[in-house]
């Protein structure tokens, strides 16, 4: 159902094709929340049914027609109404990588700390994809109201990678010290 709201908030700020849609996502929430395209596709199908959005074909000579959504006010409304509920949940951690980490006793520490290695990789790569895309979207920490979402959640995202770089530095340098016992 969440994966509905962050589409409605997308289209709240412009009307957007699928693809458009696609690539927001991918570079304003990938670091808290993953959407496949064809999901994002299906539920778009669903919210035009349900009129929570419309959406037009624009034909083009050389490429493809392409299909243009838009917020429509009953999606509005129905996207208003979720932010304004009072609720808040239990904080949530399913993390897969977490899980293979507890599990590092069925290992040695030399495979352990090849894993953890890759992982840290994969965290400094994302950082640095966070903190390109900042540069260029919010160059002197200027954030205009309607970007308020993108610019806290990146910042949250950047200390969740640069949290992780950190405890893999923590968790090798543990298994090293192990290995030495």
């Given at each position: 159902m969440a994966l509905?709201?962050?589409?409605?908030?997308?289209l709240s700020k412009e009307p957007s094709t699928g693809y458009e849609l696609a690539q927001r996502f991918k570079e304003?929430?990938?670091h808290f929340w993953t959407a496949h395209h064809t999901q994002i596709y299906r539920e778009l199908g669903k919210m035009e049914k349900e009129e929570l959005v419309s959406s037009k074909i624009i034909h083009q000579e050389e490429y493809p027609d392409?299909?243009?959504?838009?917020?429509e006010s009953k999606g509005y409304e129905d996207l208003i109404q979720w932010l304004a509920r009072d609720t808040v949940g239990q904080p949530k951690l399913k993390d897969e990588q977490?899980?293979?980490?507890?599990?590092?006793h069925l290992i040695s520490s030399k495979e352990a700390i090849t894993y953890l290695n890759k992982t840290k990789k994969l965290h400094t790569d994302g950082l640095a994809f966070m903190e390109r895309w900042k540069?260029?979207?919010?160059p002197d920490e200027k954030v205009p109201k309607q970007e308020l979402g993108?610019?806290?959640?990146?910042?949250?995202?950047?200390r969740y990678m640069k949290n992780w770089i950190e405890w893999c530095d923590w968790a090798i340098e543990v298994l090293?010290?192990?290995d030495e016992e």
């Open positions: 509905r709201y962050a589409l409605l908030g997308l304003t929430m990938t392409k299909k243009i959504y838009s917020i977490l899980m293979r980490v507890s599990l590092f540069r260029l979207n919010f993108e610019y806290l959640t990146l910042e949250y995202g950047m090293e010290k192990f």
